[in-house]
């Protein structure tokens, strides 16, 4: 999403949330474009939906009517799609370190992560979407917040980094094992530095999972690899063709919900879609 609307003309001193309400049309744009690729399942744009990310842009005030206009628009392009289509409520981290490392108390990060919840569970999504977290404390306080708002299934996905452990220093098994007790519907990782430093983090995930004799869906969801200059723009190295080779070793690892993050456009997810489809 981050990406198409960069290429869309969103500045990087503009909130890509604040578009749901000024620019509708072209986030829902975004969302047909995902879905012509073949997606089954949406991310609304609510990503830095939360009261301290939007606070950096003078919106703390309007999280409930950005989430709920980031719903409305994804289900509109979903209603259009002719087959059934999720809908899941992306929900990022506060961009802010917990307590006592940082400023902001557990039930501080609770509280901003159950108001954006219910925003998105009263827009009507059908699930709620934890992603890039790097910090189990934060993804915690995510699901606590969540579960005050609403009943809605619970996906979270951790962010590792090239030494293949989170900002906090967590690596794929404890990950796993700690998340697959929390009672939701899917666990994985997003983000990242690409597809191939998320090999070793599904591999690992995946082992822990079955030594707990869990059968806890895994999600994989990495960038179009890594970004680099090319006169004014930033070009990602992962080519369709990249991304669709990620797609089939993710399923060879375990990975049953593929999708893709960062610098991934509909070129990339066609040709993850269609290699998968063809594999099935």
Request: net charge neutral; with cysteine.
């Given at each position: 999403?981050?990406?198409?609307?960069?290429?869309?003309g969103?500045?990087?001193?503009?909130?890509?949330e604040?578009?749901?309400?000024?620019?509708?049309?072209?986030?829902?744009?975004?969302?047909?474009?995902?879905?012509?690729?073949?997606?089954?399942?949406?991310?609304?744009?609510?990503?830095?939906?939360?009261?301290?990310?939007?606070?950096?842009?003078?919106?703390?005030?309007?999280?409930?009517?950005?989430?709920?206009?980031?719903?409305?628009?994804?289900?509109?392009?979903?209603?259009?799609a002719?087959?059934?289509?999720?809908?899941?409520?992306?929900?990022?981290?506060?961009?802010?370190?917990?307590?006592?490392?940082?400023?902001?108390?557990?039930?501080?990060?609770?509280?901003?992560?159950?108001?954006?919840?219910?925003?998105l569970?009263?827009?009507?999504?059908?699930?709620?979407?934890?992603?890039?977290?790097?910090?189990?404390?934060e993804?915690?306080?995510?699901?606590?917040?969540?579960?005050?708002?609403?009943?809605?299934?619970?996906?979270?996905?951790?962010?590792?980094?090239?030494?293949?452990?989170?900002?906090?220093?967590?690596?794929?098994?404890?990950?796993?094992?700690?998340?697959?007790?929390?009672g939701?519907?899917?666990?994985?990782?997003?983000?990242?530095?690409?597809?191939?430093?998320?090999?070793?983090?599904?591999?690992?995930?995946?082992?822990?999972?079955?030594?707990?004799?869990?059968?806890?869906?895994?999600?994989?969801?990495?960038?179009?690899?890594?970004?680099?200059?090319?006169?004014?723009?930033?070009?990602?190295?992962g080519?369709?063709?990249?991304?669709?080779?990620?797609?089939?070793?993710?399923?060879?690892?375990?990975?049953?919900?593929?999708?893709?993050?960062?610098?991934?456009?509909?070129?990339?997810?066609?040709?993850?879609a269609?290699?998968?489809?063809?594999g099935?």
């Open positions: 999403m981050g990406t198409m609307l960069l290429a869309a969103l500045s990087l001193e503009e909130a890509p604040g578009w749901n309400l000024r620019f509708p049309e072209r986030v829902q744009a975004v969302h047909l474009a995902y879905l012509a690729a073949g997606s089954h399942l949406i991310l609304t744009n609510s990503f830095g939906g939360n009261a301290f990310r939007l606070a950096r842009f003078g919106l703390q005030d309007q999280v409930e009517r950005i989430n709920r206009a980031a719903v409305a628009l994804a289900r509109q392009a979903a209603g259009a002719g087959r059934p289509v999720v809908v899941a409520g992306s929900m990022g981290p506060t961009g802010e370190r917990l307590a006592p490392a940082g400023p902001v108390s557990f039930e501080q990060a609770r509280e901003a992560f159950a108001t954006q919840a219910a925003a569970a009263e827009g009507g999504v059908d699930a709620l979407w934890l992603e890039t977290m790097g910090d189990l404390e993804a915690r306080a995510a699901v606590a917040g969540a579960r005050l708002a609403c009943d809605l299934p619970l996906v979270v996905t951790l962010s590792f980094h090239q030494a293949g452990r989170t900002a906090t220093g967590v690596g794929p098994a404890g990950a796993a094992k700690t998340l697959a007790g929390w939701l519907v899917a666990i994985g990782a997003n983000c990242g530095d690409g597809p191939a430093s998320l090999e070793p983090v599904m591999a690992g995930m995946r082992d822990a999972l079955q030594a707990a004799g869990s059968n806890i869906p895994l999600v994989a969801k990495a960038n179009a690899g890594r970004p680099h200059r090319e006169g004014h723009e930033w070009v990602y190295e080519t369709p063709a990249v991304m669709a080779t990620y797609a089939r070793r993710m399923q060879e690892l375990g990975a049953r919900l593929i999708g893709a993050c960062c610098g991934s456009t509909p070129e990339q997810v066609a040709a993850m269609g290699v998968l489809r063809r099935n």
